[in-house]
């Protein structure tokens, strides 16, 4: 049964002498109990088109909206405000990328869901706070009654996107939306909230439209996907049909440059060419055409409509291709494993980081919470060090000591034989710009108050290097941005957008090491493959280390020479990243590789095997 149906719905930002068209025309519809993936680079318009069903974009003339957007066949366009607070959360429910900000704050897991129950429903605030509960249990949050008196602050990442579930799901929505939900979780709670998300759509026929730059996911998740791109869809069909025999070159580079379990360790990456199209300035013709490896002459001239290329897909190209997709990179162009030659550039012996737990009106310690229990590792120039494990395993508290962001409360810390808890005033110089850090949530790392030139260049004068603006257009344009984006602030980019501003500020101070804490979780497969394969070209040119926290197992297969398993705040294996992924020794390891989106063995039983990453 259609559950819902969007036709030729254009949304435009802007002044109308100089109109920015973030969806032109785009087509869409999900059925009852089926999965729609919508996937694209950052600016395709994913995000925008979802924020349409819901009325959440700005009101005329700030942003106007044409087209049809019908849910369970009643018309949504065109409701006044009114109309759309009795749609939003009864009928049609989002769950954001970011669940710290999408939970207040300031109120408990109970009253969020249970307001959000009253505000649609004539019941009682007891009754409220049940229906509470029996979301919470949906979204398999544990204890969910005891999780009621809760704050968002006090739960792990995983378990705050549950309960966003739990807060989206509480009114009982025939359709809803998850806007990347699974970006920066490890790939164990990823895999736990995708099939809690397929056991809903199972269990309570619901639509559910799942937007995602992780193909892995979208091959065994997705019915059917949609793929955009400068705000129109330009390939959709069954998730095997378009995963498994693309038509549109634009689609096969998204699969070309996504990372592999299966491939060949520390392989470059297939990365796009380019940058996608300012969507002031539209090309007349295809707005792939100037990226595009297999443009005509007419592409430049005439603008493809969405037309049948197979049973069920749908593709917008003069020049489709057919044939298997997409095709490998030769084993030559692998980064050729090294062995560690030098002292190490930092070395961690048997660090120990606990936190007093507190209780009691005098607030006595009574226990300690062990966040990293003696580890030791090394770090050597010219390689990459991938600490990998679950939530809370302790890879960030490691890492903190390294950045003087915590004290360890054992063993020692030492940056190029500088101890790291007690370094001179010339040696602390000298840490701050050859340590540099990219943290994982663009959100918070980067100053609202600034601009992006102003960010670029703090680090730069402070340490008294190049700070002009030719430097900084230099920095912007290794990660993909244009000289434009110097002007603005970071709350006029998409989260993909501020990362790769927040590994552009890391470059700059040109360091020795940097830590990159799930640096590309937040990136889009076309700019991950950018950034993975300028980290590479840096490391080899200047002898780079990184210590490379991800939960992606294919991103660290293909950027690591060493990984290190963390479990409970300790090593529980650690070796060459091809001995690891061939033949692992741990339990724990066998298992995060078995649970990685898209691992072949995933694919076979999943719903989908069109391609397995």
């Given at each position: 049964?259609r559950?819902?149906?969007i036709e030729?719905?254009t949304?435009?930002?802007?002044?109308?002498q100089?109109?920015?068209?973030a969806?032109?025309?785009?087509d869409?519809?999900?059925?009852?109990?089926?999965t729609?993936?919508v996937?694209?680079?950052?600016g395709?318009?994913?995000?925008v088109t979802?924020?349409?069903?819901?009325g959440?974009?700005?009101r005329?003339?700030?942003?106007?909206?044409t087209?049809?957007?019908?849910?369970?066949?009643?018309?949504l366009?065109g409701l006044d405000?009114?109309?759309?607070r009795?749609?939003?959360?009864?009928?049609v429910?989002?769950v954001?990328q970011?669940?710290s900000?999408a939970?207040?704050?300031?109120?408990?897991l109970?009253?969020?869901?249970?307001?959000?129950v009253?505000?649609h429903?004539p019941?009682s605030?007891?009754?409220?706070?049940e229906?509470?509960v029996?979301?919470?249990e949906?979204a398999r949050?544990?204890?969910p009654?005891?999780r009621l008196?809760?704050?968002?602050?006090?739960?792990?990442?995983?378990?705050?996107?549950?309960a966003?579930?739990a807060?989206?799901?509480?009114?009982?929505?025939?359709?809803?939306i998850?806007d990347e939900?699974?970006t920066?979780?490890?790939?164990?709670?990823q895999?736990?909230?995708?099939?809690?998300?397929?056991?809903?759509?199972?269990?309570l026929?619901m639509?559910?439209?799942?937007?995602t730059h992780?193909?892995?996911?979208v091959?065994?998740?997705a019915?059917r996907?949609?793929?955009?791109?400068?705000?129109r869809v330009v390939?959709?069909g069954?998730?095997?049909?378009v995963?498994?025999?693309?038509r549109?070159?634009?689609?096969r580079a998204?699969l070309?440059?996504?990372?592999?379990?299966d491939?060949?360790?520390?392989?470059?990456l297939?990365?796009?060419g380019?940058?996608?199209p300012d969507?002031?300035?539209?090309?007349?013709?295809?707005a792939?055409?100037p990226?595009c490896p297999?443009?005509?002459?007419?592409?430049?001239?005439?603008?493809p409509?969405?037309?049948?290329h197979?049973?069920?897909q749908?593709?917008?190209?003069?020049n489709?291709?057919?044939?298997?997709?997409?095709?490998?990179?030769?084993a030559s162009?692998a980064?050729?494993?090294?062995?560690?030659?030098?002292?190490?550039?930092?070395?961690f012996?048997d660090?120990?980081?606990?936190?007093p737990v507190?209780r009691?009106a005098?607030?006595?310690v009574?226990?300690?919470?062990?966040?990293?229990?003696?580890?030791s590792?090394r770090?050597?120039?010219?390689?990459?060090?991938?600490?990998?494990?679950?939530?809370?395993s302790?890879k960030?508290?490691?890492?903190r000591t390294?950045?003087?962001?915590e004290r360890?409360?054992?063993g020692?810390v030492r940056?190029?034989g500088?101890?790291v808890t007690?370094?001179?005033?010339?040696?602390?110089?000298?840490l701050q710009?050859?340590?540099q850090?990219?943290?994982?949530?663009?959100y918070?790392?980067?100053?609202?108050r600034?601009?992006?030139?102003?960010?670029?260049?703090?680090p730069?004068r402070?340490?008294?290097?190049?700070?002009?603006?030719?430097e900084l257009v230099?920095?912007?344009?290794q990660?993909?941005l244009?000289?434009?984006?110097?002007?603005?602030?970071p709350?006029a980019?998409?989260?993909?957008?501020?990362q790769?501003?927040?590994?552009?500020?890391?470059?700059?101070?040109r360091p020795?090491?940097?830590?990159?804490?799930?640096?590309?979780?937040?990136l889009d497969?076309?700019?991950?493959a950018?950034?993975l394969?300028?980290?590479?070209?840096?490391?080899?040119e200047h002898?780079?280390a990184?210590?490379?926290?991800?939960h992606?197992?294919?991103v660290?297969?293909?950027?690591?020479?060493?990984?290190?398993?963390?479990?409970?705040g300790?090593i529980?294996?650690?070796g060459p990243?091809?001995?690891?992924?061939?033949?692992?020794?741990?339990?724990?390891?066998?298992l995060?590789?078995e649970m990685?989106?898209?691992?072949?063995?995933?694919a076979?039983?999943?719903?989908?095997?069109?391609?397995?990453?």
């Amino acid at each position: 049964m259609r559950l819902l149906d969007i036709e030729h719905l254009t949304v435009t930002f802007g002044a109308p002498q100089r109109p920015v068209h973030a969806v032109a025309g785009v087509d869409l519809h999900v059925d009852a109990g089926e999965t729609l993936a919508v996937v694209g680079e950052s600016g395709s318009g994913k995000t925008v088109t979802a924020l349409s069903v819901l009325g959440l974009t700005p009101r005329p003339p700030a942003c106007r909206t044409t087209g049809a957007i019908r849910l369970a066949g009643t018309e949504l366009t065109g409701l006044d405000a009114r109309g759309w607070r009795a749609v939003r959360g009864r009928d049609v429910a989002m769950v954001f990328q970011d669940p710290s900000a999408a939970l207040n704050p300031l109120l408990t897991l109970g009253t969020q869901i249970a307001d959000a129950v009253r505000a649609h429903e004539p019941v009682s605030r007891a009754a409220a706070r049940e229906r509470a509960v029996a979301a919470l249990e949906l979204a398999r949050l544990p204890d969910p009654r005891t999780r009621l008196a809760q704050y968002p602050h006090q739960l792990s990442g995983g378990m705050r996107q549950r309960a966003a579930i739990a807060l989206a799901l509480a009114t009982g929505p025939k359709l809803l939306i998850a806007d990347e939900p699974t970006t920066a979780l490890d790939v164990a709670v990823q895999a736990e909230i995708l099939e809690t998300l397929d056991s809903l759509r199972r269990d309570l026929g619901m639509g559910l439209i799942l937007i995602t730059h992780d193909l892995g996911t979208v091959a065994t998740h997705a019915d059917r996907v949609a793929v955009m791109y400068a705000g129109r869809v330009v390939e959709t069909g069954p998730t095997a049909q378009v995963l498994g025999d693309p038509r549109m070159p634009y689609t096969r580079a998204l699969l070309a440059a996504t990372p592999r379990l299966d491939a060949p360790a520390r392989q470059r990456l297939a990365a796009i060419g380019g940058q996608p199209p300012d969507l002031h300035e539209l090309p007349p013709g295809c707005a792939f055409a100037p990226r595009c490896p297999v443009v005509l002459d007419i592409c430049h001239e005439r603008r493809p409509a969405l037309e049948p290329h197979a049973p069920d897909q749908l593709a917008a190209c003069l020049n489709p291709v057919t044939g298997p997709a997409p095709v490998e990179i030769a084993a030559s162009d692998a980064d050729p494993a090294t062995t560690p030659d030098g002292p190490p550039v930092a070395e961690f012996d048997d660090v120990a980081l606990h936190y007093p737990v507190r209780r009691g009106a005098l607030r006595r310690v009574v226990d300690h919470v062990r966040a990293v229990d003696g580890v030791s590792l090394r770090l050597h120039p010219g390689r990459t060090l991938a600490l990998v494990g679950e939530s809370g395993s302790g890879k960030t508290s490691l890492t903190r000591t390294l950045l003087r962001l915590e004290r360890p409360t054992g063993g020692t810390v030492r940056y190029a034989g500088i101890d790291v808890t007690r370094p001179g005033r010339g040696e602390l110089r000298r840490l701050q710009r050859e340590v540099q850090v990219v943290f994982q949530n663009p959100y918070a790392s980067l100053d609202p108050r600034m601009t992006v030139g102003q960010i670029l260049a703090e680090p730069l004068r402070v340490h008294g290097l190049d700070d002009s603006r030719a430097e900084l257009v230099r920095l912007l344009d290794q990660v993909g941005l244009d000289a434009a984006a110097l002007d603005r602030h970071p709350a006029a980019f998409s989260g993909g957008q501020r990362q790769r501003i927040a590994v552009a500020r890391a470059l700059g101070p040109r360091p020795r090491l940097i830590v990159c804490d799930e640096a590309v979780s937040a990136l889009d497969v076309s700019i991950q493959a950018q950034v993975l394969n300028l980290l590479a070209d840096l490391q080899r040119e200047h002898d780079l280390a990184y210590l490379f926290i991800t939960h992606d197992l294919a991103v660290v297969r293909s950027v690591a020479h060493d990984i290190a398993v963390m479990r409970h705040g300790r090593i529980v294996e650690q070796g060459p990243a091809e001995r690891i992924y061939d033949r692992p020794t741990h339990e724990y390891t066998r298992l995060l590789l078995e649970m990685a989106p898209g691992h072949p063995a995933q694919a076979r039983t999943g719903r989908t095997a069109a391609w397995s990453r």
